[in-house]
């Protein structure tokens, strides 16, 4: 029997061992996409406790305490640091098989050394030794990121950011490259017309400009677009229920004028306006990545804020989100067909949280590789609800049966926690697993020099060539 978690911890043969040991686990981090909070970084913050840095955000944890009848109280609300790690200690003994058990031990063992299991009876123990190295000058923002090997990380921003931490951080001198990320969903969220024509308030007031029109909107993110390229920005990301393709917007001259004067007014768009909206907005959002060179992300098929009460209590990002069940081929293909058509559509990686979409994303994006760039599209890492172990399984099979794993861009924490990094480990162990039982099924070659540069590669070397930021 083996023991829970032992340094072959995942590794089912004796390939897959050497595989990781040798060549995964040495390559640095390249986290291309998470919400770390760039002023902690710019701070370089220490943290009081393991709470501050492990639960608050972590709505992956919240759910599993909600589910374990856990109070909101000791959630997301007023109870003490302690109190609330109290509860997440008594949950943990109930998430076996599920990722969390598997995170929480990781997390523990790598950051702070601890390899007792975590439940009430070693709650208090566990807490207080964290807690006191956290304080430790070892344990600020950046040596946990130094700690984990991480090369580059990019953060999660929106175009109305200042970016004064990103700019201390360079400014400093700070080895990890830690840049920002363009995500404009805001921007053309015309759901709510009233939200949105506040963000466009602030945006008029932050360039200086008078916006009444949509050239004017287009003219102020441009520049905004502009700002985040000075600044070292070479990412954009889009979270989106589905892909809209309603392009009626950019076929009939005019047709914007009047949506966007709606906006300005503050009256409601059908839901054929905010589709044309959105649609137009989206194309303008490419255009401005291929002209400079940046990737584009999507990530699709989120349902989110499901829980009005909740939202109305505690607002969003909080743990009431799922997968949705939304129909997605025919509107991406229209998408990347009309950037195609002008060979003009930039470096892409797509995302889907429902797992039966993973072969239609991975087969659409086939259709679009070339311009002599190896891997140009990407399908993306497992997200959210699958990146466990079940998901990142199945999203490397079909990557594998549907493109080249080997050009695979690897794995990213999509977190706002610093403690969070065993996830790219987690990622490496599943991935020379699946590699090891292949050689020593036949369907392989034993062939250590070739699968080891691809493990490589995939770990570190592809993101670094792809990103082109290191």
């Given at each position: ?11 089912q ?8 040991h ?18 902690q ?25 909600r ?92 175009p ?82 589905a ?42 959002f ?88 190896p ?90 060539a ?5």
């Open positions: 029997m083996k023991r829970f978690m032992d340094p072959d911890f995942l590794l043969t004796k390939t897959a061992q050497t595989l990781y040798e060549h995964a686990a040495p390559m640095p981090i390249f986290d291309y996409h998470c919400h770390l909070p760039p002023q970084i710019a701070d370089d913050s220490r943290f009081d406790n393991i709470t501050q840095s492990w639960l608050a955000g972590d709505h992956y944890k919240w759910r599993a305490m589910s374990n009848g856990v109070d909101e109280k000791y959630i997301t609300g007023d109870a003490s640091d302690r109190e609330k790690f109290e509860k997440w200690a008594h949950t943990v003994p109930y998430t076996l098989r599920n990722p969390l058990y598997h995170w929480t031990h990781l997390e523990l063992r790598r950051y702070f050394g601890i390899e007792q299991l975590l439940n009430p009876d070693t709650a208090e123990a566990i807490y207080e030794k964290s807690s006191a190295l956290l304080n430790s000058p070892e344990y600020s923002a950046r040596n946990l990121m130094r700690k984990m090997n991480v090369k580059a990380v990019c953060t999660t921003d929106d109305l950011d200042t970016l004064e931490h990103h700019q201390k951080i360079a400014a400093e001198g700070f080895e990890i490259k830690v840049l920002p990320t363009w995500r404009p969903d805001k921007a053309m969220a015309a759901e709510n017309v009233t939200a949105l024509n506040a963000y466009i308030n602030k945006l008029a007031e932050i360039t200086n400009t008078d916006i009444s029109t949509m050239g004017d909107y287009d003219d102020a993110l441009r520049k905004r677009h502009e700002y985040f390229h000075e600044n070292g920005c070479r990412l954009s990301d889009h979270g989106l229920t892909m809209v393709a309603d392009y009626s917007g950019l076929e009939k001259k005019g047709l914007m004028d009047p949506i966007f004067t709606k906006i300005r007014k503050e009256q409601e768009l059908t839901p054929k306006e905010i589709d044309q909206f959105k649609s137009v907005m989206l194309v303008k490419a255009l401005m990545d291929w002209q400079k060179g940046w990737v584009q992300q999507f990530h699709l098929g989120a349902m989110r804020n499901n829980n009005t009460r909740m939202f109305n209590q505690i607002g969003p990002d909080t743990g009431f989100d799922s997968i949705g069940d939304y129909m997605t081929a025919e509107s991406l293909s229209r998408f990347l067909d009309r950037l195609d058509q002008t060979d003009r559509l930039a470096k892409t990686i797509l995302y889907n949280l429902n797992p039966r979409d993973n072969e239609v994303l991975a087969t659409m994006l086939g259709n679009f590789q070339g311009g002599g760039i891997g140009k599209m990407q399908f993306g890492s497992g997200w959210w609800f699958l990146d466990q172990k079940d998901g990142m399984e199945k999203q490397i099979e079909v990557i594998s049966n549907m493109g080249l794993l080997s050009r695979f861009v690897g794995m990213l924490t999509d977190s706002r926690s610093f403690l969070s990094y065993p996830r790219h480990e987690y990622f490496r162990r599943i991935l020379c697993n699946i590699l090891g039982s292949d050689v020593e099924n036949g369907l392989l070659p034993n062939d250590l020099p070739l699968l080891g540069q691809m493990v490589e590669d995939i770990c570190f070397n592809n993101a670094k792809y990103f082109g930021i290191l």
